[in-house]
């Protein structure tokens, strides 16, 4: 085999690669994402049973064999990516590229050191792949008008933040004014820690005051943070459904204008004795004067308007 037959079968076995791995429309395109969907649900799976420490005992070196599976699949996936890519150093840089890179390397690195429980819960990025696989097919709307609506509401969400941030000082302040040390409120700081932990309901209970002033205080902060949790979620969701409304709009538009493209371009039986045009589909005379029915295809001389 000379060189040049070698360069043809390598590019064509790269665009072959391409069409596989990025072409989310094709029925080979389609199997790889489902089978990389699998291989990324059953290794973080995986992950999570080596945790359990009757089943590591029992399968440690079914789970290990099953990873090394997944890492050399999941390596010859990274490695096929760069070589289709016309840019490469696109992918390798990307956020894709560099979680793809981090998720294949614990089990490399195994090798060098021993296997700890931060190298290993690393390979749970992987789920992070679903995003990629999702921002391929059908999800790419929906994800890119959350997207629009998250950066729309960043403004309104920052001074929200800035606004719960200086209740949280002020109120955690008095609360270390009012209560004593032996309630737990043995500085602002941890009294600023029991108002945001009482002001978002989450409660734990470490903290608690004790004098009927401070428990005034915090029956107040309680209150207020049941309304506080609502405003986010508001701001975000108008946004959201803004953006939907204005998507939706513009996919009426679209609709509309390709309708109106194939009017335009659509088949006109018009007679051509009394030039009537109002005829039953299908019809091969005139319902106006009897004459036989002639084709006639309107060519629209606007067709460029539309591109």
């Not at 090394?68 to 699949?73: G, H, K, N, P, R």
């Not at 969400?157 to 043995?186: A, D, Q, W």
Request: glycine fraction near 6%; charge should be positive.
């Amino acid at each position: 085999m000379d060189k040049k037959e070698f360069k043809e079968k390598y590019e064509l076995f790269k665009r072959k690669a391409y069409v596989i791995i990025y072409g989310t429309n094709t029925r080979l395109g389609k199997l790889f994402d489902l089978v990389l969907l699998a291989l990324i649900f059953i290794s973080v799976v995986m992950v999570m049973l080596e945790t359990v420490k009757g089943i590591d005992h029992r399968l440690h070196g079914l789970l290990v064999f099953m990873e090394w599976v997944i890492t050399i699949f999941f390596t010859m996936e990274y490695i096929l990516r760069i070589i289709s890519n016309k840019k490469p150093y696109h992918y390798i840089f990307s956020m894709y590229g560099i979680i793809d890179l981090i998720a294949i390397l614990p089990m490399y690195l195994s090798f060098i050191t021993p296997s700890t429980k931060a190298i290993s819960v690393v390979r749970a990025l992987r789920l992070l792949r679903l995003f990629r696989i999702l921002d391929l097919v059908s999800f790419m709307n929906q994800g890119e008008e959350l997207k629009m609506a998250l950066r729309a509401s960043r403004k309104k969400i920052i001074v929200f933040i800035y606004f719960v941030s200086v209740i949280s000082i002020l109120l955690g302040s008095l609360m270390y004014v009012v209560e004593n040390e032996h309630s737990g409120f043995t500085s602002i700081p941890r009294s600023i820690y029991w108002c945001i932990v009482t002001l978002t309901t989450v409660g734990y209970g470490d903290i608690s005051p004790a004098t009927t002033l401070g428990q005034m205080i915090a029956s107040l902060v309680m209150i207020l943070g049941y309304g506080i949790i609502a405003v986010p979620t508001g701001i975000v969701t108008a946004e959201y459904t803004s953006v939907s409304r204005a998507n939706i709009l513009k996919e009426e538009q679209r609709r509309q204008q390709k309708e109106l493209l194939a009017d335009k371009h659509t088949e006109k039986v018009i007679c051509h004795q009394c030039n009537n045009s109002s005829h039953l589909e299908g019809a091969n005379y005139c319902s106006s004067c009897g004459a036989p029915l002639k084709k006639q295809i309107d060519k629209c001389p606007e067709k460029n308007d539309y591109f």
